[in-house]
């Protein structure tokens, strides 16, 4: 009885899998097809792959650029992210001071922030400065997620530490500084590490203030996609081999940080 | 060459007092041992001599140096935690080695230096493992050896012993013995244990309330408690204390027996006498009381006596075995003078 | 001596050194903006007309957000069908995945990993990839659609204002189901088992114990998860922008198509701040229920003492 249970929840679990991830293999296997395998009127499951798409999209159209766009923006709004927020995560998981925890809601109405509101005046704001298609745009423009999911997640970490941690840093001859600098970021290292990857992946996700804030030479990767698809005669070979350079390193972090997730995408709510 | 609480006073911020005007002096050398029940502010006398914790007013001085507002790196303590917090990404030879590091001390002693520590603890064997691949027991000998290794003026200790199982408290309380006689180091030791205060201090002070009740070698805690609390608290099982008063050198307990007393004025009082000073006697004399056996405990190689008689309850410690008695026999008790404690009824003071 | 001296200064100054640059940083980038916005909201600053440099206009934006605009209350009645099933299906399967997971799957970790990927695609990926799967003459879901015969052959999803909404709840579904089931299978493993052994010997039924026991222990992680979702359905842009683009007409125009629209095609800056702050509005709303929810009573616990 309870095996037959088991067999049949299994099965369930299988079919939804299935469903989650076939069209992302589809996906991934129509970056391989000829224009013809992948506008067939019946899909086409086995074919004779074709390697043409992946050079000719970022090589002769020219795409390569903005994957390296996105690596600097996502590289730099983390480094930013981490740099300011993980001290700040550090004076609100070890000082007390009124209006703390005000302050933490304001980090976190931050992050909850809808892009579509923020984007529309820092967009007059960067036109005015002068910085709108450049990458430190977007990089400021993702440190507004970025910076309080480090505040958050790194407040969790660090409230891991025992606070006898601390002290005994301090009774062996750390000043408050120093502790933090040469003892927590060591034992917190692997959740900030953990943090880092999470807040690269976003930027790199990321679609609206980029498309907002740079237009030509600044384009990331999901900038770029849009201008793909056209009404007609869409190449989705191309369109496809440009998904899955956009997702496949993106697919390999996530497993990296399996173990944090849950407390990243919860703002710390729930430990996982 | 001592090291001094002054008037010293703790007021959390949610206005809990933790201590109330504390005054406490300590040669160096000394094993002083910070014993109360829990709220009693021993922790927080300990945090703030190491600078974990600021006094909300009166003055730490060490050698009549004030050193109430530094911070902890400028006052030469070293503290050992009750959950040890080794750090969990250095080695155990890394974290001995910290404070060292810190102070910066030359990279050649630094060796010698723990090697002669961790052989001192018996842990030369496990000099490369992390923390988490030690034993309670070993992780203490690391934190002790981390507050060692640089010979600070005083080593702090906030119930070092209390997360160790039974057996291993008492090896490591032996040996703590041995460290101080040996090493000659001044230490201060919190615990709400007294049978480990009684055992490890040169000199104990019982805290209640944020305030010292008494600071004294052992032997005069143990046998001339300053109050009512200090005699409650220090021995197993507790002193009985019953209630009543003294008229014309007569002790009346509350609800009980009568028995004379010497050189004792008038007027309501307490008395106490340990469970292990009271003589049961075979037969009935000028002297004894009769008491009703209630419960009868075989703490080998003791046997614990449950008497009563009328309102007043009373333990008696007898170190030899009793043979069969049954409950509801008469017992003719004896309580000798010499180990009599009389407090005051109202305030709980002793009468000297 | 003197670095004695900056060591305390350094003690007692170091956590607002620690914490103004964060604050500094997030008001210039988050603060600036939304009074701008708020400023750009009270004139008639056009990018596409001329004369209409942004001089103050008062609350005219605003009045006519109030009466005239119908496109912008269409498109909130439509964000809030969008979030209300989004959620509820989202909250529903996952959490029914979550417990399949939890009672009858031992070695989990490979089903968890593999169940990440929909949602740590990019949207606009994920807005790709549906894109190609659904178009109407060679999509291959929509050849399978048209073989079983839920949809008639000249069907497409994504063009057919009747069913195209619920393409994109379907969609979002698909992206967002596997986040209810690791958040809840992440609060189904965290509880104590004590109340269960409890239960168990006080006689309940498995059916009893879930509603005595389970739901209630999971109420505050069941609040986190249901507001999550509903904040971030309420942002949703990226997925309808590609998939399309709001269309057919304003069949899928969610508030941030819609906003976008204003700002950035009709060039109204001025009107379209309005419409911006309004979205503002309803997520700070919403986030602040969040907070009360799931912060409040952990954050103000007392602090600790010696």
Redesign the interface.
């Known amino acids: 009885m309870a095996r037959a249970?088991?067999t049949a929840?299994?099965a369930?679990?299988i079919a939804?899998?299935l469903?989650?991830?076939l069209?992302?293999l589809?996906?991934f296997l129509?970056s391989f097809k000829t224009r013809l395998d992948?506008?067939?009127?019946?899909?086409v499951w086995v074919f004779t792959p074709t390697y043409d798409h992946y050079p000719e999209v970022f090589i002769n159209k020219g795409y390569l650029p903005l994957v390296w766009n996105s690596i600097i923006v996502a590289v730099l709004s983390t480094a930013?992210s981490l740099v300011?927020?993980a001290?700040?995560a550090?004076?609100?998981a070890r000082?007390?001071?009124t209006g703390r925890?005000d302050?933490?809601?304001?980090?976190?109405?931050?992050r909850?922030?809808?892009?579509?509101?923020?984007v529309?005046?820092?967009?007059?704001?960067f036109t005015t400065l002068g910085i709108t298609d450049k990458p430190i745009a977007v990089i400021?423009?993702h440190?507004?997620f970025n910076?309080?999911l480090v505040?958050w997640m790194m407040r969790g970490f660090f409230n891991d530490i025992?606070?006898?941690?601390d002290?005994?840093?301090?009774?062996?001859?750390?000043?408050?500084?120093?502790t933090?600098l040469k003892?927590l970021i060591?034992?917190a290292?692997p959740g900030l590490a953990a943090t880092a990857v999470l807040c690269f992946?976003l930027s790199?996700?990321?679609?609206?203030y980029a498309f907002?804030l740079v237009a030509f030479e600044g384009r990331t990767l999901?900038v770029g996609?849009?201008g793909l698809?056209t009404p007609h005669g869409t190449l989705?070979g191309q369109?496809?081999a440009v998904?899955v350079v956009?997702?496949l390193p993106?697919?390999v972090f996530?497993?990296i940080v399996?173990r944090h997730?849950?407390r990243g995408?919860?703002f710390g709510?729930?430990?996982? | 060459m001592s090291i001094a609480f002054n008037q010293i006073s703790k007021v959390f911020a949610d206005g809990t007092v933790a201590l109330d005007r504390l005054d406490l002096e300590f040669d160096r050398g000394e094993f002083i041992v910070l014993l109360g029940p829990s709220g009693s502010g021993k922790t927080t006398a300990c945090r703030i001599l190491a600078g974990l914790e600021q006094a909300t007013s009166g003055v730490i001085s060490i050698d009549g140096r004030d050193v109430t507002r530094l911070p902890p790196r400028e006052r030469n303590m070293s503290m050992v935690f009750q959950n040890y917090a080794l750090y969990g990404h250095k080695t155990v030879f890394d974290n001995i080695a910290y404070p060292l590091r810190v102070r910066k001390i030359g990279r050649n002693s630094i060796g010698t230096k723990v090697h002669e520590v961790a052989r001192l603890l018996q842990i030369e064997s496990y000099l490369d493992r992390r923390p988490s691949q030690l034993s309670g027991g070993q992780a203490q000998r690391v934190a002790v050896a981390r507050a060692l290794v640089w010979n600070p003026d005083i080593c702090l200790m906030d119930e070092p012993l209390s997360n160790l199982d039974a057996l291993l408290r008492l090896q490591t309380r032996t040996e703590l013995k041995r460290l101080h006689s040996d090493l000659g180091h001044t230490f201060l030791f919190v615990t709400h244990d007294q049978e480990e205060a009684m055992t490890l201090g040169t000199k104990i002070a019982v805290l209640n309330e944020g305030q010292l009740v008494q600071f004294d070698i052992p032997r005069r805690i143990y046998h001339e408690p300053s109050s009512r609390f200090v005699a409650e608290f220090i021995g197993r099982p507790a002193m009985n204390i019953i209630d009543g008063e003294i008229n014309n050198g007569m002790f009346q307990a509350a609800g009980g027996f009568q028995i004379d007393v010497e050189n004792q004025p008038d007027g309501p009082v307490a008395m106490g006498i340990r469970p292990e000073q009271i003589l049961v006697s075979g037969t009935q004399t000028k002297q004894t009381i009769e008491f009703e056996l209630d419960v009868i405990e075989l703490v080998e190689p003791d046997t614990l006596l449950f008497v009563k008689k009328g309102g007043v309850n009373m333990v008696v410690r007898v170190m030899r075995d009793m043979g069969q008695i049954e409950r509801g026999a008469t017992v003719h008790l004896a309580l000798p003078h010499a180990h009599r404690h009389f407090f005051e009824l109202a305030d709980g003071r002793r009468r000297w | 001596m003197i670095k004695r001296r900056m060591g305390a200064v350094l003690d007692r100054g170091l956590a607002p050194l620690l914490l103004i640059p964060s604050v500094l940083l997030l008001l210039l980038i988050l603060v600036g903006p939304f009074l701008y916005m708020v400023w750009t909201a009270f004139t008639d600053l056009h990018y596409a007309l001329p004369g209409r440099a942004g001089s103050f206009v008062g609350f005219d934006n605003f009045r006519r957000l109030m009466r005239e605009d119908q496109i912008f209350w269409h498109s909130f009645l439509l964000t809030l069908r969008f979030v209300f099933w989004v959620v509820v299906v989202e909250f529903t399967a996952g959490f029914s995945l979550a417990l399949l997971l939890f009672h009858f799957i031992q070695r989990r970790r490979l089903f968890l990993t593999l169940l990440l990927v929909p949602m740590m695609l990019a949207p606009v990926a994920v807005g790709l990839i549906w894109k190609l799967l659904l178009q109407g003459d060679f999509g291959m879901v929509t050849y399978y659609l048209r073989w079983i015969g839920i949809i008639d052959t000249r069907t497409a999803l994504l063009s057919d204002p009747a069913l195209v909404l619920l393409t994109i709840i379907f969609i979002d579904v698909w992206q967002w189901t596997p986040f209810v089931t690791l958040i809840m299978l992440a609060g189904l493993l965290s509880l104590p088992r004590e109340p269960y052994e409890a239960a168990i010997m006080d006689g309940a039924r498995p059916l009893q114990i879930f509603r005595d026991v389970t739901l209630p222990l999971l109420r505050p992680i069941i609040a986190l998860v249901l507001l999550l979702r509903g904040i971030d359905a309420f942002k949703e842009f990226d997925k309808v922008f590609i998939l399309t683009g709001g269309g057919p007409g304003t069949a899928t125009e969610l508030l941030s198509v819609y906003t976008y629209r204003v700002n950035f095609k009709d060039w109204d800056l001025g009107y379209g701040a309005v419409c911006a702050f309004m979205v503002y509005l309803v997520v700070l709303i919403l986030c602040a229920v969040f907070y009360k929810a799931v912060f409040w009573h952990e954050s103000r616990a007392p602090a600790r003492k010696a």
Do not use: C
């Not at chain 1, 002290?167 to 120093?178: F, K």
């Open positions: 249970w088991r929840a299994l369930a679990v939804v899998l469903l989650l991830l069209p992302y589809w996906i129509t992948a506008l067939a009127d019946v899909p930013l300011v927020g001290p700040a550090y004076v609100f000082f007390d001071f925890e302050l933490f809601f304001f980090f976190l109405t931050t909850m922030a809808p892009p579509i509101s923020v529309v005046p820092m967009f007059l704001l400021l423009a440190t507004t910076l309080s505040v025992p606070r006898e941690i002290e005994a840093a301090m009774m062996d001859g750390h000043s408050q500084l120093g933090f003892i060591p034992l290292a992946i790199w996700n990321e679609f609206l907002i999901t996609i849009p698809i989705w369109v496809a998904a956009a997702t993106i697919l996530t497993f399996q997730l849950v995408l919860t709510a729930v430990k996982g």
